[in-house]
Nanobody, 124 residues
Framework: LQLQASGGGLVQAGGSLRLSCVVS????????IGWFRQAPGKERELVAA????????KYADFVKGRFSISADNAKSTVFLQMNNLEPDDTAVYYC??????????????????WGQGTQVTVSS
């Protein structure tokens, strides 16, 4: 079971990035997927999550209106579109899969499988 995150990079404040998370080794639409981030010296925090099939989403308050999570089930890929980036968004971003997810469930806990992370750096 693997999750491969990509798409990070260096961007100026106000810019955009799109992160991708390709999952393999399990049935994609049986898991809820979340994007998390961890900045140096801080705890890992949930950024956004999407339910099985992509019908429901959830966002942390600090990204509402700026970030958007979506899924392409045919490609077993979840995206995180990040717009109007701020220096405080600088972190390593991870995608994660949560088993035992009900069809419309969007979760903040219970994530068991993690990708390797991709670095996002926003300069001021």
């Amino acid at each position: 079971l693997q999750l491969q995150a990509s798409g990070g990079g260096l961007v100026q404040a106000g810019g955009s990035l799109r992160l991708s998370c390709v999952v393999s080794g399990f049935t994609f639409d049986e898991y809820s997927i979340g994007w998390f981030r961890q900045a140096p010296g801080k705890e890992r925090e949930l950024v956004a999550a999407i339910s099985r099939g992509g019908g429901s989403t959830k966002y942390a308050d600090f990204v509402k209106g700026r970030f958007s999570i979506s899924a392409d089930n045919a490609k077993s890929t979840v995206f995180l579109q990040m717009n109007n980036l701020e220096p405080d968004d600088t972190a390593v971003y991870y995608c994660s899969a949560r088993p035992n997810a009900i069809l419309s469930g969007v979760y903040t806990t219970g994530y068991s499988y993690w990708g390797q992370g991709t670095q996002v750096t926003v300069s001021s």
